[in-house]
């Protein structure tokens, strides 16, 4: 088990996207932004620095439950194992969210690493999570316990009530 377990603690940047996939198994993901504030002695006050994005993939009743639970905005808490992906596609193929259109041309001098008929490449940060709630710090939250619907034996018959 050499997993990297990470904890983070930041706002949901999109909604969450739910599915099932072909075997039933309920899917849910979301970015999740974070912040690094410091304090600037200079002006007496704390100043945002850089922000990283995290896609957050969530399973089975975790899933369900962050899709009827995680705003757009939101101050969450992320708990689960860190794993960083090199990507790749085409240059001539959108990327997921663009409209649809073709990419747009680099800007004459700029990096595209690499000629018109290179691949794009990038580095994404993911997170498997094993628990996500909301950050208390920053507000209150009311929680609902769900339970699942399990049938009632009939002890007379031996068979399930619907």
Known sequence: MNESWVTVVGNAATRPDFWETAAGVAVARFRLAVTVRRWDRGRDAWTDAYTSFYTVWTWRTLAANVAGSVSLGEPLV?????????????????????????????????????????PRRWVTAEIDAMAVGHDLTRGTSAFRRVSQAKPLLNTLTGTTSP
Do not use: K, Y
């Not at 708990?79 to 990507?87: D, K, M």
């Not at 663009?98 to 700029?110: S, V």
């Open 78 to 118: 992320v708990h689960g194992t860190l794993r960083v992906r090199e990507r790749e596609r085409e240059r001539d193929r959108p990327v997921q969210g663009e409209g649809g259109g073709a990419a747009a041309p680099a800007a004459p001098g700029a990096d595209s690493g690499g000629g018109a008929d290179q």
